[in-house]
Each structure stands twice: as C-alpha cells, then as structure tokens.
C-alpha cells in the first residue's frame, strides 16, 4: 500500500508512542479483536518461516545470523517447527519412537537445542509461532504417530480420532507447553502444520470431515489452553472455506478444513491460511488475482469473527512473476486490514553455505528482501495510525 509521504511519516512518528519496541522481552502477545497487542500497545505481525532453524544442527552463532537477517527486514515474528518424530537417533530430533512408546528428547539434540532457538530469537527481538506436528510426512508428523501406534499403513485421519494416538500427541505436547510456559519469546503455539484429512500417504479412513478435523481442534485446544493461558494459539491449517459443494476444493471442504467455523471456535484466538496457487493449480483468471481473492476472503472472516488473522505462509517461484505478485499480495494484506503476514520462507548465508532452498527462500540479497523490509514498515505505520485514529 503506497501510503503518502505525509501519513507515512505521521504514522512512523507514532510507532515509538503506540507500540513497544519489537526487541521488548517483557510481556506476551495478546488478541484484541482484529489486532495483537504487547503491553497493551500493537503489536504487528510481520516476518517470515524458517522451518530449518532448529534442525540443521546450527550452531547457535548461526542461528543468530538467521534471526539477524530476518530482524533486518523489519520482521517481528518468525514461524518455525517444534516438532521432528524419528525411529532412530539421528541430528536433531525432539521425540524418538521404539515401537509403540515415545520417548521426548530433552538432551542437546532436541529440546535443549530449541532453547538456543529461543534464545537468538529473543537476542534478534523475534517472537516465536511454534507448529508441534505437521500433516506431511517431512519431519515425522502425524502418520508416525499413527503407523507406530496402530500400524503401518493405517488410515492418516486415524490421527484426529484414535484415543492412544490423541493421548500420545498431548503428552508430547503437555512437554513443550510446560517448558515454555513462562517465556515470551513464544508468541504462539499451533497445533500443526497444515492439517488435512489425508497426509502424505493418501491413506484415509473414508470417513474424515470437516466436523472430524473441527472436533479434533476443539480437543486440543481445550487441552492447551488448560495448560498455558499465557500463549496464543492457533491451528496452523491453510484456511480452506466450506462455502458450496463445488468442484472447487479451496471452497468446499473436501481437504476437511472448514476455516470459519474453527476461526469461531473459543479456545482458538488467531486464524491462518497459507498461499500456493501454482502448486494447488488455482490460476483463473491468474495466480496473482486468485491470491487477491484468497487473501479478501480470509479478511473478510476476520471482521466477521473478530479476530486477528495471518497470512502465515505464501509463495511463488522466481519464474512465476514473482516480484509483481508478491508487491499485488503485500499491498492487499496491508490495505485490506488482514492482520499480518509471513513469507515462505528466510534464507541466510552461512559461514558453511546458504540455508536450505525449496525455491522459495528469499537470501539478503533478493529483490524480495528489499521489498520486505518496505512493507514491514508500511504495515507499522497502517497499525500505528489505526491506534491513534
């Protein structure tokens, strides 16, 4: 959003006013209708996804280039992984399986590394949205639960109903809630990372809806929220409507996300979506439109359910108009009112080499990196002139 240089610079003279400063430590992240706040002043969400962070087996020297990189764009928040299920000990991992029994890692290799994560997050002034499972098979997830509790092969919705397997993913979750309790580093916690009724293996019951999912969230967000009142909690889903019963799986329900009526559930206090119109083949009349679309929709249940809602992954490849895109889906967020945003994903330069590349990742010396750093402080200024307006 090109504001003019008047409100710009009007809103940028507020921001020491209206809002703490992004390197604050004291406090934690509320939702106050549409918006977050810290200490009572706004806090915006802006910044990027670093799944990576915690389990390269980084030194904590290099897990502070990252976060610094990331801090020079003018980020406040940073999304990252706080889960990695294996079968055998191998770099970093935080939940070991032997047969049907989890084991925590609380040792160097696992929880202790994430506390260096938290601390170069703190040192760089980043808040922390942490994603405890994810519905792919990328880092353990869901299925890992389900092949060692049930068996290999069993159906991936099993997740969202097998009493053993919720009770063995609450356990692991009860482990970083409580260890976490008291820090604000953490600005929220979700409950995975893009859940579905089917995962990586295409395996499924047959039976899992959009109520399964819902009722599963419900659970678990109660469950959380019993346990820690200090943070935040979202669902980390990729915000797909239930609006029709068309062929159009973005808007009726057939990944079994219905995201308005899990954004109106109590125990959850943001909503989230995610942007991938190249890889979910949604491109009429074109990517860069559909995604303006997408991101009204979601603003448009923000204001209905009044609460905040985050863009908290989107991307498109360098081939694929890019730049051009990302300047349409930046202005939209910031002029549309949606709350924040975060990109997929950071890239840093190592001492050993780049950070991981999917094709996505967006390195200090990107085009995008600039226009990062740009529109975070539009998107502060939007905040700030709102609160004193």
């Not at 706040?37 to 897990?63: Q, R």
């Not at 801090?71 to 999304?79: D, E, F, K, S």
């Not at 290999?152 to 097998?162: L, Q, V």
Request: aromatic fraction near 14%.
């Amino acid at each position: 959003m090109k504001l003019s240089a008047t409100s710009v610079s009007l809103a940028l003279a507020a921001l020491s006013l209206a809002s703490p400063s992004a390197r604050d430590p004291h406090g934690f992240v509320k939702a106050e209708g549409q918006r977050f706040t810290l200490n009572g002043k706004p806090y915006t969400v802006f910044g990027s996804n670093s799944y990576w962070v915690g389990l390269m087996g980084y030194t904590t020297d290099e897990m502070n280039v990252a976060f610094r990189d990331i801090a020079a764009t003018g980020a406040t928040t940073v999304r990252t992984l706080g889960f990695n299920e294996v079968t055998a000990p191998s770099g970093d991992y935080y939940q070991l399986w032997k047969g049907s029994t989890p084991t925590i890692n609380y040792g160097p290799t696992g929880l202790k590394n994430f506390d260096n994560v938290v601390a170069a997050a703190k040192a760089n002034g980043i808040r922390l949205i942490v994603s405890l499972t994810n519905n792919w098979g990328d880092y353990g997830g869901m299925d890992v639960y389900v092949n060692q509790i049930i068996g290999k092969g069993e159906p991936h919705d099993y997740f969202y109903t097998n009493s053993r397997v919720i009770a063995a993913y609450q356990n692991y979750v009860k482990a970083w809630v409580e260890r976490y309790i008291d820090e604000p580093t953490i600005f929220a916690w979700e409950l995975a990372n893009e859940p579905r009724c089917i995962g990586s293996t295409s395996v499924s019951s047959g039976t899992c809806t959009t109520t399964t999912i819902t009722n599963w969230i419900k659970t678990m967000s109660a469950y959380i929220k019993s346990l820690d009142r200090n943070h935040l909690l979202g669902v980390g889903d990729e915000g797909w409507f239930k609006w029709s019963h068309t062929m159009d799986g973005s808007y009726n329900g057939s990944h079994g996300i219905d995201f308005d009526v899990n954004l109106a559930i109590d125990t959850i206090d943001f909503g989230t979506f995610h942007l991938y119109p190249f890889s979910w083949s949604e491109q009429t009349p074109s990517a860069m439109i559909w995604g303006h679309d997408w991101i009204k929709n979601h603003y448009n249940s923000q204001a209905k359910y009044n609460k905040p809602v985050l863009m908290e992954e989107f991307g498109v490849r360098p081939e694929q108009n890019r730049i051009a895109t990302y300047e349409n889906w930046y202005f939209t967020v910031i002029d549309s009112g949606l709350t924040g945003v975060l990109v997929w994903q950071a890239g840093s330069n190592l001492t050993n080499g780049p950070t991981p590349d999917d094709g996505y990742a967006i390195y200090p010396n990107n085009p995008v990196y600039h226009m990062e750093q740009a529109y975070s402080l539009q998107l502060k200024a939007r905040d700030a002139k709102s609160r004193l307006s």
